[in-house]
């Protein structure tokens, strides 16, 4: 068998094929959250329902404030309503639902994994782009928008053309300081916001068997910025030992049936791909973005690049308007540039191995920058607290918030004021992503802790060494 | 097989286009987040589209393009690599219908957002770099001037009367000009989905929720 896993699954779900190539997919899992709390309403006046409810979870992220445990701490408005109306529908219509006060609730993409709601070999949707995070647990999991979310609740299926398949592969060590957010922006860097475009991305490679699957799930998170609507890595004894005690996950007998399935999943070396990159580990370094799209990052060590050496014009325009709008001069270094907050969370680095990450770094030193740490959920921060890491946080003097989207999509009241800069560890550093006139610079959780501590992008491979020799 | 709609489908267009010179175009800038949980009834939704590139933080206008005199009535954008990327906001596609925008021709468009036009009526339009700067620098030349395109036939015809074809996907050519809907497609595969979810259920019992 030469089928990749992307297409074994595929063909899996494929209920009836066109001549165009469109395939009517079958779903399995349908996760939504409070921006599209209006769906139900539009359904209903089509009068159609929901044709499996039981596989439809829901939980509101984008517009919860992160100082509200219940919903009556939600001040009224629009983010009152979107929060109030997915529960109402909820209720109705009788799906999942993780409401404000149940500690299981958070960001979308770290539950569904969380829950095993997401599971290998599933198809999996939900109106985000940043679905293409559960494939890191060897599933198909795609962004869709309003109207396809529409059909997924009344038919359970999507019409869906196959993208082409694109095997990225990692080999080698990382240094130490260097994660997985890094190696996503160096991928991205090199093959472009646009690279994926009509693709799905298969990761693996050493530095990939060798990942957590929390990191792994950082890695599919940043698939759609590299143009890629599906980012996926083949499910191994890791993914099976992770799935296997979640709350949704199968028991039993049917467990030991979904691992003999999981395991048929395995890629083999012959699998063919349309097309496939190599990216050394070694050539990693902490990455920190400079532009307004996550392909225009640096290494720590690299200057910022001079539009003027760009010879594609409409290439050199866009990276002088980006320069401009970040007011950041060409050739100069990151290192330099003075930061006023520091944003950690969001569905790419809200995980518990990222804030235990942050606290290894921040342990005895203050924040000197206003901080924020924003758990991927409910769960997340139990945990986080049971270790005694909000202790570090709090004693350094950042702020411990509840779970949600926060800062990563501003929607929330958590927003930058024009002209300020943060390095954030989310996954978008879009021109007013974070507020109208905000400057985002996108890193990984170490290195937006070592920002923290000293105000500036530091490289934290050598911040250990020389912070640690300078105060003590 | 398919029924055909047949109002207010897509065939054929003349209109004023408007150079948009942004690479990367994400979704963010096509409407910023914050308009999000704005219904798309509201009489002023058609300032949400480029909104943070139209309006100053006073609400007077910028000089962007699509608020020039000769360009404001355009129905057609013309942009660079990458139209539409990032978040999957559907408001994206309802921006641009509010301003009556009704075909984008880029050389590449973000995957999401290209389903999102599709499903709402609007034609996107491959066509390479190359071609598409030819394109943008004829609208600069000669501010207001009209691009002709022609779905049914797959070609437009440039300011300066040059003809090109395009490729479009033959289903999704077929949604534009009947205006047409998928879940009446999917309709007629009732009776499948229904035997499919039963065999698939017997095959993958682990994949059902039980709780």
Redesign the interface.
Known sequence: MKRNIFDKIWD??V??E???G?S?L?I?RHLIHD?HY?SFKSLKE?G?NIREP??LFAVSD??VPTTAKKLKDIPSG??F??VQGLQLAADEFKFHHFPMSDKRRGIVHVIGPEQGIT?P??TLVC???HTSTHGALGCIGF??????I??VL????I?Q?K?KIMKININGILDFGVGPKDVILSVIREIS??GG??YAIEFGGSVIDFMSMESRMTVCNMA??A???FGIIAPDRKTIDYCSNK??A?KGY??D??IE?WKTLIPNDEAIYDSEYSISGEDIAPMVSWGN?P?WSVRIDEPIPEPKKEMNP??R??MEAALNYMDLTPGSFMSAVPIDMVFIGACTNSRIEDLRTVARVIKGYNSIVKTFVVPGSGLVKEQAEAEGLHKIFIKAGMEWREPGCSMC???NGDVLN?GQRSASTSN?N????QG?GSRTHLVSPAMAAVASITGYFKDVRKFNREYNCAEK | MLKNKGSNGFKSLSAIAVPIEIPNCDTDQIIPARFLRQPITDPNYRKVLFHDLRFNQDGSETDFVFNHFSFKNGKIFVSDINWGCGSSRENAVMALKANHICVVIAPSFGDIHYNNCIKNGILPIRLSSVICKILRDQLWQSPGAKIQVNLEKQFLISPNKKMYEFNIDSLDKYRLINNFNDLDLTEEFTKEIINFTEIYGQRHRWASITD
């Open positions: 899996e779900h209920i009836t066109r001549e165009n469109e009517l079958y399995d921006l209006r089509k159609l039981k596989k984008h517009s629009e983010m309503d979107a599971l070999g599933l109106g985000d782009s962004g869709i928008g309003s109207t396809e529409e059909h009344a038919t359970q299926t019409w053309r993208p916001a646009s475009n009509g759609i910025e143009g890629a609507r709350p949704y199968p049917l467990l049936e979904a399935y799209s392909q409409v290439v325009a866009e999509v501003a929607l024009p978008r879009f021109r007013g992503r109208v």
